[in-house]
């Protein structure tokens, strides 16, 4: 069983960048795809971005394309989310999760193992 844990979330200004980081203990996360969502107060939890096991053609929601980047280091058994531009929209905790569907998924359902979350707060 594969337990990712989130870290690195916080405050920051709009404009404003912000590096997440999803270690894993227990197992290796690189034979696992791995996804970003996040959930606002009072709204359904949503899909932010995901990595593929072989880490080839992440992919984004359109609200964070060209703002966010998913990339993994297998070396350090971590996946990260850098943020640039932060929006006060993109105020949400925000969670990591593994699946063993190679290409990863837009839906959550498709992810067995799910990290604690790290609260990110965009202020204007």
């Known amino acids: 069983q594969v337990q990712p844990v989130e870290s690195g979330g916080g405050l920051v200004q709009a404009g404003g960048s912000l590096r997440l980081s999803c270690a894993a203990s227990?197992?290796?996360?690189?034979?696992?795809?791995v996804g970003w969502f996040r959930q606002a107060p009072g709204k359904e939890r949503e899909f932010v971005a995901a990595?593929?096991?072989?880490?080839?053609?992440?992919y984004y929601a359109d609200s964070v394309k060209g703002r966010f980047t998913i990339s993994r280091d297998n070396a350090k058994n971590t996946v990260y989310l850098q943020m640039n531009s932060l929006k006060p929209e993109d105020t949400a905790v925000y969670y990591c999760?593994?699946?063993?569907?190679?290409?990863?998924?837009?839906?959550?359902?498709?992810?067995?193992?799910w990290g604690q979350g790290t609260q990110v707060t965009v202020s204007s």
């Open positions: 990595i593929r096991r072989s880490g080839n053609n992440p």
């Open positions: 227990g197992r290796t996360l690189g034979n696992y795809a």
């Open positions: 999760a593994t699946s063993t569907y190679s290409g990863g998924s837009y839906y959550p359902n498709s992810y067995d193992y």
